[in-house]
Nanobody
Framework: QVQLVESGGGLVQPGGSLRLSCAAT????????MGWYRQAPGKQRELVAS???????NYADSVKGRFTISRESAKNTVHLQMNTLKPEDTGVYYC?????????????WGQGTQVTVSS
């Protein structure tokens, strides 16, 4: 199992920025896809952004042009740079590692970090 530790959440005003980080306990080259999901109160968890181990990224329409996902392979870390934040970006942000090992598929989640966008 891959352990994931998120950091960087907090309270920010609308229009502000935050940078989330997700540190994995093993090389992210061995992880097929790493992603960020968020869950707002009363809503289902939704994909925000993902990145494959060959660098292909994918974004939810609601964050395109504002958020950027990136990998820092030397530190086994994936970042989510969030700019021009809106109140609707509020939620708990979770990191996900999806990978295959010994013929099985795995999805490991972090514990989540709270992001609150409010004036």
């Amino acid at each position: 199992q891959v352990q994931l530790v998120e950091s960087g959440g907090g309270l920010v005003q609308p229009g502000g920025s935050l940078r989330l980080s997700c540190a994995a306990t093993e090389s992210i080259f061995s992880i097929n896809v790493m992603g960020w999901y968020r869950q707002a109160p009363g809503k289902q968890r939704e994909l925000v952004a993902s990145i494959t181990n060959n660098g292909h990224s994918n974004y939810a329409d609601s964050v395109k042009g504002r958020f950027t996902i990136s990998r820092e392979s030397a530190k086994n870390t994936v970042h989510l740079q969030m700019n021009t934040l809106k109140p609707e970006d509020t939620g708990v942000y979770y990191c996900l590692a999806s990978y295959r090992r010994d013929g099985n598929s795995y999805d490991d989640w972090g514990q989540g970090t709270q992001v609150t966008v409010s004036s």
